[in-house]
């Protein structure tokens, strides 16, 4: 949705909610219900599910009322589903997934992401709330040991970060990822790769365009100071040791520290700055209390349990059994309690999306182009990776976009844009029509997607110069900086046999990175690669044109 489409009021009031949610104000609750009146007075469906999503978020990012957050969620996706905004259906979907990781169910929140993912792949556009499903889906995997397939998922995450720096939190982000990061890297004992994140949380830190309050973050603080102790400099462990402990014990842990905390706490015990952690045992005690989440609660039993056997205070080891106990039973009830709730809410949900017809599976031609769209794709792709796999045979994606091709829609208008496009697309069509073995598919904007079955590196290479080249004849006049040009376009492609577990977004990964690379050196040109990470050695096995 464009939020400017709905007048200066609106948008002004839109602006100051996001800052207030960059800054983590306190008002921001006020101005999300300001905005809620305005949308409910405009009676606009879209507008109504937006502010009722920014409305449950501002509840989980500055309160402790899970109840208020959980009705005006369910409110936000009744609405967004009836409208189709998938953006914000996939960033409701992230929230159910973290609500659910704080109250001990991590099974349904992996099920609330991958459904936010599933509306990701849906989207016409690219969008930047990929990366946070990817970043919690990593967060599972990190909790239960996984390290490797947790990295795998957090670079996922930074790179769809990226795609949107106008997100008001896009800088925080990063910075988690760069944390994230480091604290895979300690477990995988990879020095070097945590030296270049510290490195990352540091240029960042110099950026006057990113809030100083972000780097007094507890997970921040946290990892400046595992990853200063894991390489040996004292003098920067003990700063933030110091910054972390004073904050951990005079203010308020939010919710999504909490775990966090228990995580500290258990490295001062062992490192030997036990009596920074009575003092913090005290504080989590405070906060819990206004939290009133069993989950946490019995979380901060089990480290209570380690302390005082550290400590050889029996009696109060046994305290904290108890405690345990009582709050596993409370966790227990509350676990069924929510699955009833979340097992309504989808009832509710899926009675809805078999009455509206936006959400209705779409059309499955591109009406511009007459080539598949992002749904066909998806579809198309399932069937073509199980089929490849199965039958040993490689499977090539392309990712091709126009070059500049803002600029040459700007300048020339949409209707010539349009008409640029569509005659790509017939060059596109006329290869499929060559071969039975390629398919293509409009991948939104000026993107399109190739696949290429069971064919080598010279086939799918002589193919793609080839419309490449055909493209480059059409002599689309393209000017810019007074300097006479044409049209052309950069094509990134991965071939390779698929392996059980590969799907169509590990290729698309692998094609982005190459194509990345065609803009960052020359555009109008052809890479293919094998591996799904630009790396020096794959570049020297790459293909160019």
């Known amino acids: 949705m464009n939020i400017e489409d709905y007048g200066r009021e609106i948008t002004e009031l839109n602006s100051k909610m996001l800052t207030e949610r960059a800054q983590l104000s306190p008002n921001l609750i006020g101005t999300c219900n300001q905005l809620l009146r305005k949308a409910k007075d405009e009676g606009d469906t879209q507008l109504l599910g937006y502010a009722y999503y920014y409305l449950a978020d501002a509840y989980y990012l500055i309160s402790t009322d ?12 009744e609405l967004l589903q009836t409208c189709g905004d998938l953006e914000h259906l996939a960033r409701c979907y992230n929230l159910l997934g973290i609500d659910a990781l704080s109250h001990g169910n991590p099974e349904l929140a992996l099920d ?33 040991g996984d390290i490797k397939s947790a990295l795998a998922h957090i670079r996922a995450a930074y790179k769809g970060i990226r795609r949107n720096k106008k997100d008001s939190l896009y800088f925080r982000n990063l910075l988690y990822c760069y944390c994230f990061q480091a604290d895979c890297y300690i477990l995988l004992d990879k020095k070097d790769s ?11 830190e110099q950026d006057r365009a990113v809030s100083r309050e972000y780097f007094l973050d507890l997970p921040v603080l946290d990892i400046l100071m595992r990853g200063f102790y894991y390489l040996g400099e004292m003098d920067l462990f003990e700063k933030y040791a110091d910054m972390l402990s004073v904050t951990l014990q005079n203010d308020k ?28 045992i005290k504080n989590i005690e405070i906060s819990l209390t206004e939290l009133n989440i069993p989950n946490l609660k019995k979380g901060y039993a089990k480290l209570k349990i380690e302390f005082y056997e550290k400590m050889g205070k029996e009696d109060k080891k046994a305290k904290a059994y108890e405690e345990f106990f009582t709050a596993s039973m409370e966790q227990e009830k509350e676990s069924i309690a929510n699955h009833k709730f979340f097992l309504n809410m989808r009832n509710r949900l899926a009675v809805i999306e078999k009455e509206n017809s936006v959400l209705q599976k779409q059309a499955e031609t591109d009406s511009l182009t007459g080539l598949g769209n992002r749904y066909s794709l998806n579809k198309f792709a399932e069937a073509a990776f199980e089929k490849a796999y199965a039958g040993k045979y490689s499977l090539a994606v392309e990712l091709l976009d126009v070059d500049n091709f803002k600029y040459y829609n700007d300048t020339y208008g949409h209707q010539a844009g349009d008409q640029c496009l569509k005659r790509i697309a017939d060059s596109i069509i006329a290869l499929c029509r060559s071969n039975e073995g390629i398919h293509a598919f409009r991948y939104g904007g000026d993107e399109f997607v190739i696949i290429y079955e069971d064919m080598t590196d010279e086939q799918i290479m002589s193919f793609a110069m080839g419309l490449r080249n055909q493209v480059a004849g059409f002599k689309i006049r393209s000017d810019r900086n007074r300097e006479v040009g044409y049209v052309t376009i950069s094509q990134g492609i991965r071939n390779s046999v698929p392996k059980e577990n590969n799907k169509l977004w590990d290729y698309m990964y692998a094609a982005d990175n190459a194509l990345y690379e065609v803009k960052d050196h020359k555009k109008g040109e052809v890479v293919l690669l094998h591996d799904a990470v630009i790396s020096k050695k794959s570049l020297d096995k790459a293909q160019h044109s």
């Open 112 to 144: 609330f992401y991958l459904t936010g993912l599933k509306y990701c792949e849906e989207m016409p556009t690219k969008s930047s709330i990929s990366g946070f499903l990817q970043f919690n889906i990593g967060q599972i995997y990190f909790d239960n």
């Open 194 to 204: 945590v030296e270049k994140c510290l490195q990352g949380i540091n240029q960042l």
């Open 66 to 77: 899970n109840k208020k957050f959980n009705l005006n969620l369910l409110k936000a996706i």
């Open 253 to 280: 842990i939010p919710l999504d520290g909490m775990e966090d905390t228990f995580g500290v706490c258990r490295f001062l015990m062992g490192v030997g700055r036990v009596g920074e952690v009575t003092r913090i």
